[in-house]
Every structure is written in C-alpha cells, then in structure tokens.
C-alpha cells in the first residue's frame, strides 16, 4: 500500500481555507464524486452547475482517491482550481462537508499531472494525503493548524 499520512483532525474554517489557498497557489486540480446510488438535493446540483466552467473532464467508475466502491459505479469530476473555484468551494465549512445529499462527495485534490496528493472521504470522517506527490513538511508550513501523523507499519 502507499505510504500515506492521516490528517488528524478535519481542516474546518480558518485550516481548511488555508488549504485550498495552497491548492490554488500550486496550480491544483480537484476532484469531486457523484455516486448512483445516492439521491442528492438540489444544493448539489447546484454545485456541478455552479462548477461547470472548471471541469476539465468527468468518468464513470467504481473508484477514486481512497474509495472502492463494490458493485457500484459513481460520476468523478476533475476541475481546474481557480479562485472562481476556491470561492465555490469555501461555501463549505470543511473538508468533511463535501458529503451527501446536500453536496457532492469526497473532495481530493491532484497535482497538474493528475497524480493525488489528498484524498478524502468524508462520510467516514477520514483524510489523507500522498507525501510522494506533496511534501508535509511544505503542507504544514502555508496550512497552519494541519495535524498530520504517517501511519504506523502494520505488523
């Protein structure tokens, strides 16, 4: 498994604008998920509409940064940050508020290569980032109050 580090406590308010202001400092792409299987209000709705000018493309699949869906199948959306964007997405109080119905699910964020380097999953409360595709050191010095703690070896 890749090596990740856990985001301890969800970036909510001053954290979690600090940190799309680091994914929009670095040229960042964002991912957002629409499963099948739940119903989402029309706040969600909104979102991908709102949304729209940013989408850089949108698949069919069972998985995403951190989820496998089994038997499933969701819409995942890839957009290109913005300040239009970071506007859009600081409507949210945190990380975690990117859940249905009321919105689109599971915010991750990506190098301009596509490669992520935060993922989330945010019914489960649960946070990570890739410390191959960003450095924590780097992270923790422009998103003040991120807690991050690398996972202990199995075993």
Request: aromatic share 10%; net charge negative.
């Amino acid at each position: 498994m890749t090596d990740l580090i856990s985001i301890l406590e969800e970036p909510q308010g001053n954290v979690y604008a600090a940190l799309l202001s680091f994914a929009l400092q670095r040229n960042t792409l964002f991912s957002l998920v629409w499963r099948d299987q739940l119903d989402f209000a029309e706040s969600a709705v909104s979102v991908g509409e709102a949304l729209q000018p940013c989408l850089l493309k949108q698949r069919r699949t069972h998985q995403w940064p951190g989820t496998e869906l089994l038997g499933h199948l969701a819409t995942v959306r890839l957009y290109g940050m913005s300040s239009y964007a970071v506007s859009l997405l600081t409507e949210a109080q945190g990380l975690y508020a990117w859940i249905a119905p009321e919105r689109p699910e599971d915010l991750a964020f990506y190098t301009t290569e596509g490669v992520p380097w935060l993922a989330s999953i945010a019914h489960e409360q649960e946070a990570f980032i890739y410390p191959h595709a960003v450095d924590p050191h780097e992270l923790t010095e422009h998103v003040k109050g991120l807690r991050l703690q690398r996972a202990q070896p199995a075993g």
